[in-house]
């Protein structure tokens, strides 16, 4: 409720990390993915894209995974933080996956998504899980 912060932190290693974050949260607002808004499309295969963002002087780029209906499957990125045994920051995988979409007010996005760290091909840390109820885009 802003009453409380739980928790505070500044400076480049937290902003870069806040990019990635920012970037990987655009499947919310499909409209800041348009090539009109300065976002870079790349096909990977016939199922995968990158889309380069341009966020606080730093390039982020997604890759984003579709079905053969065209809904969104997940999202990676390599995002700035820190692994939990510690050492310095370095970039790290992260992913969000799509559990559901649904449309509210003519944008289809995700409803229900999981997100987490792939910290070792073998250890995927998943640290929050979202339900949208409702969305209003102005």
């Known amino acids: 409720w802003g009453l409380i912060p739980a928790m505070r932190m500044e400076g480049p290693d937290t902003s870069k990390s806040a990019a990635g974050r920012l970037a990987i949260e655009a499947v919310w607002l499909p409209?800041?993915?348009?090539?009109?808004?300065?976002?870079?499309?790349?096909?990977?295969?016939?199922?995968?894209?990158?889309?380069?963002?341009?966020?606080?002087?730093?390039?982020?780029?997604?890759?984003?995974?579709?079905?053969?209906?065209?809904?969104?499957?997940?999202?990676?990125?390599?995002?700035?933080?820190?692994?939990?045994?510690?050492?310095?920051?370095?970039?790290?995988?992260?992913?969000?996956?799509?559990?559901?979409?649904?449309?509210?007010e003519g944008y289809r996005i995700p409803a229900a998504v999981r997100t987490g760290w792939w910290i070792r091909p073998d250890y995927y840390f998943e640290f929050f899980k979202a339900t949208v109820l409702e969305a209003r885009f102005q």
């Open 31 to 104: 409209s800041c993915l348009l090539p009109q808004t300065g976002a870079e499309w790349e096909a990977v295969d016939e199922s995968s894209a990158n889309v380069t963002l341009q966020i606080g002087g730093e390039s982020a780029t997604l890759t984003i995974a579709v079905g053969p209906d065209g809904r969104l499957l997940r999202a990676m990125i390599s995002r700035w933080g820190v692994l939990p045994e510690g050492g310095p920051p370095a970039y790290i995988p992260f992913q969000l996956e799509v559990e559901e979409e649904r449309e509210f």
